[in-house]
Protein backbone atom coordinates (compact mmCIF):
# COMPACT_ATOMS: atom_id res chain seq x y z
CA UNK A 1 0.00 0.00 0.00
CA UNK A 2 2.73 2.40 0.75
CA UNK A 3 4.35 1.48 -2.45
CA UNK A 4 1.41 2.07 -4.28
CA UNK A 5 1.10 5.63 -2.86
CA UNK A 6 4.36 6.57 -2.99
CA UNK A 7 4.02 5.50 -6.69
CA UNK A 8 1.17 7.25 -7.38
CA UNK A 9 2.22 10.59 -5.23
CA UNK A 10 4.43 12.46 -8.05
CA UNK A 11 2.03 11.67 -11.40
CA UNK A 12 -1.12 12.55 -8.94
CA UNK A 13 0.81 16.03 -7.75
CA UNK A 14 2.11 16.89 -11.24
CA UNK A 15 -1.64 16.28 -12.27
CA UNK A 16 -3.10 18.72 -9.44
CA UNK A 17 -0.40 21.39 -10.21
CA UNK A 18 -0.69 21.32 -13.51
CA UNK A 19 -4.76 21.66 -13.34
CA UNK A 20 -4.47 24.36 -10.92
CA UNK A 21 -1.82 26.48 -12.64
CA UNK A 22 -3.60 26.36 -16.01
CA UNK A 23 -6.80 27.61 -14.04
CA UNK A 24 -4.97 30.57 -12.54
CA UNK A 25 -3.86 31.26 -15.94
CA UNK A 26 -0.06 30.53 -15.34
CA UNK A 27 0.33 27.42 -18.01
CA UNK A 28 -0.72 28.60 -21.44
CA UNK A 29 -3.84 26.23 -22.78
CA UNK A 30 -2.63 26.19 -26.70
CA UNK A 31 0.78 24.32 -25.13
CA UNK A 32 -0.64 23.17 -21.72
CA UNK A 33 -4.13 22.57 -22.30
CA UNK A 34 -5.51 21.13 -18.72
CA UNK A 35 -6.07 17.51 -17.58
CA UNK A 36 -9.46 18.25 -16.63
CA UNK A 37 -9.92 18.53 -20.66
CA UNK A 38 -7.87 16.39 -21.70
CA UNK A 39 -10.02 13.65 -19.52
CA UNK A 40 -13.32 15.14 -21.60
CA UNK A 41 -11.32 14.82 -24.76
CA UNK A 42 -10.01 10.97 -23.55
CA UNK A 43 -14.04 10.19 -23.36
CA UNK A 44 -15.50 12.15 -26.25
CA UNK A 45 -12.43 9.89 -28.43
CA UNK A 46 -13.73 6.77 -27.06
CA UNK A 47 -17.42 7.85 -27.41
CA UNK A 48 -17.54 8.34 -31.38
CA UNK A 49 -15.62 5.20 -31.43
CA UNK A 50 -12.37 7.29 -33.02
CA UNK A 51 -9.57 6.49 -30.96
CA UNK A 52 -10.72 2.45 -31.60
CA UNK A 53 -10.12 3.05 -35.26
CA UNK A 54 -7.17 4.78 -35.38
CA UNK A 55 -6.16 1.92 -32.94
CA UNK A 56 -7.50 -0.66 -34.96
CA UNK A 57 -5.25 1.03 -37.71
CA UNK A 58 -2.14 1.31 -35.47
CA UNK A 59 -2.07 -2.46 -33.82
CA UNK A 60 -3.41 -3.68 -37.41
CA UNK A 61 0.30 -2.39 -38.96
CA UNK A 62 2.33 -3.24 -36.31
CA UNK A 63 0.81 -7.39 -36.40
CA UNK A 64 1.40 -7.57 -40.10
CA UNK A 65 4.82 -6.74 -40.25
CA UNK A 66 5.36 -8.74 -36.82
CA UNK A 67 3.81 -11.75 -38.35
CA UNK A 68 6.14 -11.49 -41.20
CA UNK A 69 8.88 -10.72 -39.04
CA UNK A 70 8.12 -13.86 -37.33
CA UNK A 71 7.76 -15.86 -40.24
CA UNK A 72 11.02 -14.83 -42.13
CA UNK A 73 13.20 -14.53 -39.08
CA UNK A 74 12.18 -17.96 -37.60
CA UNK A 75 12.79 -19.06 -41.04
CA UNK A 76 16.12 -18.26 -41.76
CA UNK A 77 17.38 -17.93 -38.67
CA UNK A 78 16.89 -21.82 -38.49
CA UNK A 79 18.25 -22.39 -41.31
CA UNK A 80 21.52 -20.04 -40.53
CA UNK A 81 21.53 -22.47 -37.15
CA UNK A 82 21.70 -25.29 -38.91
CA UNK A 83 24.32 -25.39 -41.08
CA UNK A 84 27.04 -23.50 -39.87
CA UNK A 85 28.71 -23.29 -43.78
CA UNK A 86 25.72 -21.17 -44.75
CA UNK A 87 25.93 -18.96 -42.08
CA UNK A 88 29.70 -18.12 -42.99
CA UNK A 89 28.61 -16.96 -46.01
CA UNK A 90 25.50 -15.26 -45.75
CA UNK A 91 25.56 -14.41 -42.66
CA UNK A 92 28.32 -11.19 -43.72
CA UNK A 93 25.53 -10.10 -46.05
CA UNK A 94 23.34 -9.98 -43.31
CA UNK A 95 25.05 -7.86 -41.30
CA UNK A 96 25.39 -5.47 -43.89
CA UNK A 97 22.28 -4.48 -43.74
CA UNK A 98 21.27 -4.90 -40.25
CA UNK A 99 22.55 -1.73 -39.44
CA UNK A 100 20.42 0.18 -42.03
CA UNK A 101 18.01 2.61 -39.29
CA UNK A 102 14.25 1.02 -40.21
CA UNK A 103 12.91 4.57 -40.35
CA UNK A 104 15.13 4.90 -43.13
CA UNK A 105 13.62 2.20 -45.21
CA UNK A 106 10.19 4.40 -44.66
CA UNK A 107 10.58 7.07 -47.69
CA UNK A 108 11.43 3.62 -50.09
CA UNK A 109 8.54 2.00 -48.71
CA UNK A 110 6.52 4.99 -49.57
CA UNK A 111 7.85 4.46 -53.24
CA UNK A 112 7.08 0.95 -54.06
CA UNK A 113 3.19 0.89 -52.01
CA UNK A 114 2.54 4.45 -51.66
CA UNK A 115 0.34 5.54 -48.32
CA UNK A 116 -1.12 2.81 -46.51
CA UNK A 117 -0.87 -0.58 -44.86
CA UNK A 118 1.95 -1.92 -46.88
CA UNK A 119 4.31 0.78 -46.55
CA UNK A 120 3.44 0.95 -42.76
CA UNK A 121 3.86 -3.06 -42.28
CA UNK A 122 6.94 -3.66 -44.03
CA UNK A 123 9.12 -1.14 -42.53
CA UNK A 124 7.78 -2.90 -39.10
CA UNK A 125 8.58 -6.16 -40.61
CA UNK A 126 12.45 -4.94 -41.20
CA UNK A 127 12.67 -3.61 -37.96
CA UNK A 128 11.23 -7.02 -35.94
CA UNK A 129 12.94 -9.58 -38.30
CA UNK A 130 16.08 -8.60 -36.81
CA UNK A 131 15.71 -9.69 -32.70
CA UNK A 132 13.79 -13.41 -34.28
CA UNK A 133 16.36 -14.03 -36.84
CA UNK A 134 19.38 -13.80 -34.43
CA UNK A 135 17.70 -15.53 -31.76
CA UNK A 136 16.45 -18.50 -33.99
CA UNK A 137 19.64 -18.55 -35.44
CA UNK A 138 21.40 -19.18 -31.77
CA UNK A 139 18.78 -21.22 -30.49
CA UNK A 140 19.00 -23.72 -33.03
CA UNK A 141 22.68 -23.53 -32.96
CA UNK A 142 22.85 -24.78 -29.35
CA UNK A 143 20.39 -27.79 -29.77
CA UNK A 144 21.59 -30.52 -27.87
CA UNK A 145 23.66 -32.62 -30.80
CA UNK A 146 22.20 -36.10 -29.42
CA UNK A 147 18.18 -34.70 -30.81
CA UNK A 148 19.97 -34.48 -34.23
CA UNK A 149 21.67 -38.17 -34.18
CA UNK A 150 17.91 -39.32 -33.28
CA UNK A 151 16.47 -37.38 -35.75
CA UNK A 152 19.04 -38.51 -38.43
CA UNK A 153 18.48 -42.55 -37.01
CA UNK A 154 14.54 -41.88 -37.39
CA UNK A 155 15.77 -40.56 -41.04
CA UNK A 156 13.03 -37.90 -39.93
CA UNK A 157 12.48 -35.88 -43.50
CA UNK A 158 13.83 -32.28 -43.27
CA UNK A 159 10.29 -30.47 -42.60
CA UNK A 160 9.03 -33.18 -39.73
CA UNK A 161 12.56 -32.28 -38.49
CA UNK A 162 12.19 -28.91 -38.34
CA UNK A 163 8.45 -29.70 -36.59
CA UNK A 164 9.22 -32.34 -34.17
CA UNK A 165 12.83 -31.73 -33.10
CA UNK A 166 14.30 -28.52 -34.32
CA UNK A 167 11.55 -25.75 -33.33
CA UNK A 168 10.80 -27.62 -30.02
CA UNK A 169 14.01 -27.71 -28.96
CA UNK A 170 14.65 -23.87 -29.87
CA UNK A 171 11.29 -22.54 -28.92
CA UNK A 172 11.81 -21.42 -25.80
CA UNK A 173 14.34 -19.28 -26.85
CA UNK A 174 12.70 -18.31 -30.19
CA UNK A 175 10.18 -16.66 -27.82
CA UNK A 176 12.11 -14.21 -25.96
CA UNK A 177 13.28 -13.03 -29.48
CA UNK A 178 8.94 -13.00 -30.78
CA UNK A 179 8.91 -11.05 -27.45
CA UNK A 180 11.36 -8.15 -28.30
CA UNK A 181 10.09 -7.80 -31.54
CA UNK A 182 6.24 -7.27 -30.41
CA UNK A 183 7.52 -4.61 -28.74
CA UNK A 184 9.21 -3.12 -31.26
CA UNK A 185 6.04 -3.51 -34.04
CA UNK A 186 3.94 -1.41 -31.77
CA UNK A 187 6.68 1.87 -31.74
CA UNK A 188 7.71 1.73 -35.25
CA UNK A 189 4.35 1.54 -35.97
CA UNK A 190 3.38 4.59 -34.57
CA UNK A 191 6.73 5.97 -35.67
CA UNK A 192 6.00 5.48 -39.15
CA UNK A 193 2.35 6.99 -38.85
CA UNK A 194 3.46 10.70 -37.36
CA UNK A 195 6.29 10.91 -39.43
CA UNK A 196 4.23 9.67 -42.98
CA UNK A 197 1.88 7.79 -43.08
CA UNK A 198 -1.65 9.26 -42.57
CA UNK A 199 -3.74 6.64 -40.78
CA UNK A 200 -3.80 5.69 -37.45
CA UNK A 201 -3.40 6.90 -33.10
CA UNK A 202 0.54 8.74 -34.81
CA UNK A 203 -1.21 10.14 -37.29
CA UNK A 204 -4.47 11.42 -35.19
CA UNK A 205 -1.61 12.89 -32.54
CA UNK A 206 -0.38 14.94 -35.49
CA UNK A 207 -3.32 16.10 -36.80
CA UNK A 208 -4.67 16.95 -33.35
CA UNK A 209 -0.93 19.01 -32.49
CA UNK A 210 -1.56 20.60 -35.93
CA UNK A 211 -5.34 21.83 -35.60
CA UNK A 212 -4.95 23.13 -32.29
CA UNK A 213 -6.57 20.89 -30.17
CA UNK A 214 -3.69 19.88 -28.00
CA UNK A 215 -6.10 17.91 -25.02
CA UNK A 216 -6.93 15.71 -27.96
CA UNK A 217 -3.58 15.42 -28.92
CA UNK A 218 -2.85 14.87 -25.32
CA UNK A 219 -5.72 12.14 -24.84
CA UNK A 220 -3.87 10.42 -27.65
CA UNK A 221 -0.79 10.31 -26.28
CA UNK A 222 -2.21 8.99 -22.99
CA UNK A 223 -3.70 6.27 -24.70
CA UNK A 224 -0.51 5.49 -26.25
CA UNK A 225 1.19 5.10 -22.81
CA UNK A 226 -1.79 2.70 -21.59
CA UNK A 227 -1.41 0.74 -24.74
CA UNK A 228 2.30 0.57 -24.41
CA UNK A 229 2.28 -0.20 -20.71
CA UNK A 230 -0.34 -3.12 -21.13
CA UNK A 231 1.44 -4.50 -24.15
CA UNK A 232 4.61 -4.58 -22.02
CA UNK A 233 2.84 -6.17 -18.82
CA UNK A 234 1.31 -8.75 -20.54
CA UNK A 235 4.51 -10.09 -22.23
CA UNK A 236 6.12 -9.94 -19.15
CA UNK A 237 3.42 -12.37 -17.56
CA UNK A 238 3.38 -14.56 -20.60
CA UNK A 239 6.98 -14.68 -20.96
CA UNK A 240 7.29 -15.66 -16.79
CA UNK A 241 4.34 -18.27 -17.99
CA UNK A 242 6.13 -19.72 -20.19
CA UNK A 243 9.18 -20.19 -19.00
CA UNK A 244 7.88 -21.82 -16.06
CA UNK A 245 6.07 -24.26 -18.73
CA UNK A 246 9.44 -24.32 -20.84
CA UNK A 247 11.45 -24.70 -17.66
CA UNK A 248 9.20 -27.83 -16.04
CA UNK A 249 9.37 -29.15 -19.70
CA UNK A 250 13.34 -29.09 -19.72
CA UNK A 251 13.58 -30.84 -16.58
CA UNK A 252 11.87 -34.08 -17.80
CA UNK B 1 37.52 -29.29 -39.22
CA UNK B 2 39.43 -26.34 -39.17
CA UNK B 3 38.84 -24.43 -42.73
CA UNK B 4 40.70 -21.89 -43.88
CA UNK B 5 39.57 -18.77 -42.69
CA UNK B 6 40.28 -16.71 -46.30
CA UNK B 7 37.81 -19.37 -47.67
CA UNK B 8 35.14 -18.16 -45.88
CA UNK B 9 35.60 -14.85 -46.34
CA UNK B 10 35.81 -15.40 -49.92
CA UNK B 11 32.77 -17.53 -50.23
CA UNK B 12 30.79 -14.52 -48.00
CA UNK B 13 32.32 -11.90 -50.55
CA UNK B 14 31.13 -13.80 -53.37
CA UNK B 15 27.53 -14.57 -52.05
CA UNK B 16 27.56 -10.62 -51.26
CA UNK B 17 28.93 -9.72 -55.11
CA UNK B 18 26.14 -12.18 -56.59
CA UNK B 19 23.38 -10.78 -54.76
CA UNK B 20 24.78 -7.13 -56.20
CA UNK B 21 25.16 -8.58 -59.79
CA UNK B 22 22.24 -9.79 -59.82
CA UNK B 23 20.42 -6.63 -58.80
CA UNK B 24 22.44 -5.01 -61.24
CA UNK B 25 21.45 -7.40 -64.48
CA UNK B 26 18.21 -6.79 -63.05
CA UNK B 27 18.01 -3.64 -63.33
CA UNK B 28 19.71 -3.02 -66.13
CA UNK B 29 17.22 -5.12 -68.22
CA UNK B 30 14.35 -3.60 -66.79
CA UNK B 31 13.54 -6.85 -64.99
CA UNK B 32 12.70 -4.88 -62.18
CA UNK B 33 11.98 -1.48 -62.23
CA UNK B 34 14.77 0.46 -61.93
CA UNK B 35 12.73 3.86 -60.66
CA UNK B 36 12.29 1.94 -57.43
CA UNK B 37 15.34 -0.43 -57.28
CA UNK B 38 17.69 1.60 -59.34
CA UNK B 39 20.88 -0.84 -60.07
CA UNK B 40 23.83 -0.98 -57.71
CA UNK B 41 26.16 0.83 -59.92
CA UNK B 42 23.88 3.76 -60.25
CA UNK B 43 23.56 4.13 -56.20
CA UNK B 44 27.53 3.97 -55.86
CA UNK B 45 28.19 6.49 -58.50
CA UNK B 46 25.75 8.77 -56.81
CA UNK B 47 27.06 8.06 -53.53
CA UNK B 48 30.46 8.50 -54.75
CA UNK B 49 29.33 11.85 -56.69
CA UNK B 50 28.18 13.06 -53.24
CA UNK B 51 31.30 12.45 -51.54
CA UNK B 52 33.45 13.90 -54.69
CA UNK B 53 31.71 16.82 -54.50
CA UNK B 54 31.54 16.95 -50.83
CA UNK B 55 27.39 17.53 -51.02
CA UNK B 56 27.68 14.03 -48.45
CA UNK B 57 29.48 15.74 -45.28
CA UNK B 58 27.12 18.57 -44.52
CA UNK B 59 23.58 16.48 -43.71
CA UNK B 60 25.99 14.00 -42.40
CA UNK B 61 27.46 16.16 -39.87
CA UNK B 62 24.25 17.79 -39.23
CA UNK B 63 22.81 14.36 -38.33
CA UNK B 64 25.65 12.89 -36.43
CA UNK B 65 25.91 16.10 -34.23
CA UNK B 66 22.09 16.24 -33.61
CA UNK B 67 22.75 12.26 -32.54
CA UNK B 68 25.13 13.00 -30.53
CA UNK B 69 23.89 15.91 -28.46
CA UNK B 70 20.42 13.37 -27.78
CA UNK B 71 22.88 10.87 -26.94
CA UNK B 72 25.07 12.61 -24.72
CA UNK B 73 22.40 14.66 -22.90
CA UNK B 74 20.85 10.98 -22.59
CA UNK B 75 23.95 9.18 -20.89
CA UNK B 76 23.89 12.30 -18.32
CA UNK B 77 20.42 11.94 -17.61
CA UNK B 78 20.55 8.39 -17.14
CA UNK B 79 23.71 7.72 -15.43
CA UNK B 80 22.69 10.51 -12.42
CA UNK B 81 19.22 9.83 -12.63
CA UNK B 82 20.48 6.28 -12.15
CA UNK B 83 22.66 6.43 -9.99
CA UNK B 84 19.43 8.28 -7.82
CA UNK B 85 17.03 5.58 -7.98
CA UNK B 86 19.90 3.00 -8.04
CA UNK B 87 21.29 3.95 -4.52
CA UNK B 88 17.78 5.10 -3.11
CA UNK B 89 14.83 2.86 -2.18
CA UNK B 90 12.80 5.83 -1.77
CA UNK B 91 13.46 7.34 -4.99
CA UNK B 92 12.79 3.87 -6.26
CA UNK B 93 9.44 4.04 -5.02
CA UNK B 94 8.59 7.40 -5.75
CA UNK B 95 10.07 7.21 -9.75
CA UNK B 96 9.63 3.40 -10.19
CA UNK B 97 5.78 3.83 -11.08
CA UNK B 98 5.52 7.04 -13.27
CA UNK B 99 8.94 5.42 -15.32
CA UNK B 100 7.49 2.16 -15.90
CA UNK B 101 4.66 3.65 -17.46
CA UNK B 102 6.69 6.01 -19.36
CA UNK B 103 9.50 3.71 -21.04
CA UNK B 104 7.17 1.89 -23.35
CA UNK B 105 5.96 5.16 -24.71
CA UNK B 106 7.37 5.03 -28.39
CA UNK B 107 9.82 7.65 -28.48
CA UNK B 108 7.98 9.37 -31.56
CA UNK B 109 4.99 9.64 -30.11
CA UNK B 110 6.26 12.71 -27.77
CA UNK B 111 6.92 14.82 -31.38
CA UNK B 112 3.60 16.72 -31.38
CA UNK B 113 3.83 17.97 -27.41
CA UNK B 114 7.46 18.90 -28.37
CA UNK B 115 6.79 20.74 -31.44
CA UNK B 116 3.93 22.34 -29.71
CA UNK B 117 6.43 23.63 -26.79
CA UNK B 118 9.61 24.03 -28.63
CA UNK B 119 8.74 24.66 -32.24
CA UNK B 120 10.47 22.69 -35.11
CA UNK B 121 13.71 23.25 -33.82
CA UNK B 122 16.64 21.62 -33.43
CA UNK B 123 15.87 21.59 -29.30
CA UNK B 124 12.46 19.95 -30.06
CA UNK B 125 14.63 17.16 -31.87
CA UNK B 126 16.95 16.74 -29.26
CA UNK B 127 14.80 16.88 -26.33
CA UNK B 128 12.93 13.61 -28.39
CA UNK B 129 16.25 12.17 -28.82
CA UNK B 130 17.41 12.76 -25.57
CA UNK B 131 14.08 11.37 -23.92
CA UNK B 132 13.79 7.58 -26.38
CA UNK B 133 17.68 6.65 -25.77
CA UNK B 134 17.68 7.44 -22.01
CA UNK B 135 16.06 4.19 -21.78
CA UNK B 136 18.72 1.69 -21.85
CA UNK B 137 21.53 4.11 -19.79
CA UNK B 138 18.78 4.64 -17.05
CA UNK B 139 18.28 0.97 -16.75
CA UNK B 140 21.38 -0.48 -16.95
CA UNK B 141 22.50 2.54 -14.73
CA UNK B 142 19.93 1.49 -12.28
CA UNK B 143 21.16 -1.98 -12.20
CA UNK B 144 24.36 -1.29 -12.23
CA UNK B 145 24.24 0.82 -9.29
CA UNK B 146 21.32 -1.51 -7.02
CA UNK B 147 23.91 -4.57 -7.86
CA UNK B 148 27.22 -3.16 -6.20
CA UNK B 149 29.22 -5.81 -4.26
CA UNK B 150 28.70 -5.37 -0.43
CA UNK B 151 32.12 -5.68 0.32
CA UNK B 152 33.13 -2.88 -1.95
CA UNK B 153 30.40 -0.54 0.27
CA UNK B 154 31.97 -2.04 3.17
CA UNK B 155 35.43 -1.26 2.38
CA UNK B 156 34.47 2.48 1.25
CA UNK B 157 33.47 2.72 4.51
CA UNK B 158 36.41 1.75 6.44
CA UNK B 159 38.05 3.75 4.34
CA UNK B 160 36.08 7.15 5.40
CA UNK B 161 35.18 7.77 1.88
CA UNK B 162 32.86 10.97 1.38
CA UNK B 163 29.78 10.10 -0.44
CA UNK B 164 31.35 11.47 -3.78
CA UNK B 165 34.82 9.56 -3.36
CA UNK B 166 33.03 6.80 -2.69
CA UNK B 167 30.71 7.23 -5.94
CA UNK B 168 33.64 8.29 -8.29
CA UNK B 169 36.11 5.55 -7.17
CA UNK B 170 33.64 2.76 -6.30
CA UNK B 171 30.20 3.11 -7.56
CA UNK B 172 30.82 4.27 -10.83
CA UNK B 173 33.69 2.01 -12.03
CA UNK B 174 31.26 -0.85 -11.05
CA UNK B 175 29.14 0.16 -12.92
CA UNK B 176 30.97 1.13 -15.93
CA UNK B 177 30.04 -1.95 -17.80
CA UNK B 178 26.56 -2.30 -17.93
CA UNK B 179 26.27 1.51 -18.45
CA UNK B 180 28.06 1.38 -21.24
CA UNK B 181 26.41 -1.59 -23.07
CA UNK B 182 23.27 0.59 -22.21
CA UNK B 183 25.08 3.68 -24.18
CA UNK B 184 25.77 1.41 -27.31
CA UNK B 185 21.93 0.55 -27.45
CA UNK B 186 21.24 4.33 -27.01
CA UNK B 187 23.52 5.68 -29.52
CA UNK B 188 21.66 3.37 -32.24
CA UNK B 189 18.42 4.62 -30.88
CA UNK B 190 19.88 8.25 -31.06
CA UNK B 191 20.27 7.74 -34.61
CA UNK B 192 16.90 6.30 -35.40
CA UNK B 193 15.33 9.77 -34.06
CA UNK B 194 17.66 11.71 -35.67
CA UNK B 195 16.72 10.78 -38.37
CA UNK B 196 12.67 10.50 -37.60
CA UNK B 197 12.83 14.12 -36.35
CA UNK B 198 14.77 15.05 -39.42
CA UNK B 199 11.84 13.87 -41.17
CA UNK B 200 8.93 14.83 -39.42
CA UNK B 201 10.43 18.25 -38.26
CA UNK B 202 12.10 19.54 -41.48
CA UNK B 203 15.22 19.73 -39.76
CA UNK B 204 18.39 19.46 -42.67
CA UNK B 205 20.75 16.14 -42.39
CA UNK B 206 20.43 12.64 -43.89
CA UNK B 207 16.81 12.12 -43.14
CA UNK B 208 15.67 14.99 -44.37
CA UNK B 209 17.17 14.50 -47.45
CA UNK B 210 16.28 10.72 -48.46
CA UNK B 211 12.33 12.16 -47.73
CA UNK B 212 13.40 14.88 -50.28
CA UNK B 213 14.76 12.51 -52.70
CA UNK B 214 11.95 10.08 -52.60
CA UNK B 215 8.97 13.04 -53.09
CA UNK B 216 10.90 13.84 -56.30
CA UNK B 217 11.93 9.80 -57.17
CA UNK B 218 15.49 10.52 -57.47
CA UNK B 219 15.60 6.89 -56.35
CA UNK B 220 19.09 6.69 -56.85
CA UNK B 221 19.64 9.39 -54.04
CA UNK B 222 17.73 7.73 -51.65
CA UNK B 223 18.98 4.48 -52.16
CA UNK B 224 22.61 6.49 -51.27
CA UNK B 225 20.73 8.14 -48.13
CA UNK B 226 19.90 4.71 -46.78
CA UNK B 227 23.61 3.05 -47.49
CA UNK B 228 25.11 6.22 -46.05
CA UNK B 229 22.69 5.80 -42.57
CA UNK B 230 23.31 1.91 -42.88
CA UNK B 231 27.13 2.75 -42.72
CA UNK B 232 26.91 5.19 -40.10
CA UNK B 233 24.92 2.55 -37.71
CA UNK B 234 27.94 0.05 -38.41
CA UNK B 235 30.59 2.37 -37.93
CA UNK B 236 28.74 4.23 -34.22
CA UNK B 237 28.07 0.42 -33.43
CA UNK B 238 32.00 -0.44 -33.74
CA UNK B 239 33.32 2.72 -32.49
CA UNK B 240 31.36 2.23 -29.21
CA UNK B 241 32.61 -1.96 -29.16
CA UNK B 242 36.15 -0.27 -29.43
CA UNK B 243 35.52 1.87 -26.84
CA UNK B 244 34.01 -0.71 -24.42
CA UNK B 245 36.79 -2.79 -24.70
CA UNK B 246 39.51 0.05 -23.93
CA UNK B 247 37.75 1.75 -20.88
CA UNK B 248 37.19 -2.11 -19.84
CA UNK B 249 41.15 -3.35 -20.37
CA UNK B 250 41.25 -3.39 -16.52
CA UNK B 251 38.43 -6.45 -16.40
CA UNK B 252 40.06 -8.91 -18.69
CA UNK B 253 43.05 -8.89 -15.86
CA UNK B 254 43.29 -12.39 -15.03
CA UNK B 255 41.79 -12.91 -11.95
Known amino acids: ?252 | MRRLPQLQWLGAALFAAALLIAWQLLAERQIISPVFFPSPSRTLGELWRQAAQGELWKPLGETSLRMFYGWALASLLGVVLGAAIGSSRAAREFLGPLLEFLRPLPASAIIPPAILFLGLSNEMAVAVIAFGAVWPVLLASVHGFASMEPQLLEVSAALRLSRAQSLAKIAIPGALPEILAGARVSLAISLILAVVTEMQASQPGLGQNILLAQRSFRSPELYAGVVTLGLMGFLINHAILALERRLLRWRAAPA
Do not use: K
Open chain 1, 1 to 252: MRRFLRGIAIPALAVALWETGSRAGVLPMDTFSRPSDIAVAFAGAFADGSILVATWQTVEAALAGFAVAAALGILVGALLGLSPALERVVGPSIDAVRPIPSVALMPLTLLLFGFGLQMEAWVVAFACVWPVLLVTAAAVRGIEPRLHDVSRTLELPFASQLRRIILPAALGRIVVGLRVSVGISLVVAVTVEIVINPRGLGYGMIIAQQSLHPELMYAQLFWLGLLGWGLNVALTRAAGRWHAFAGADAEV
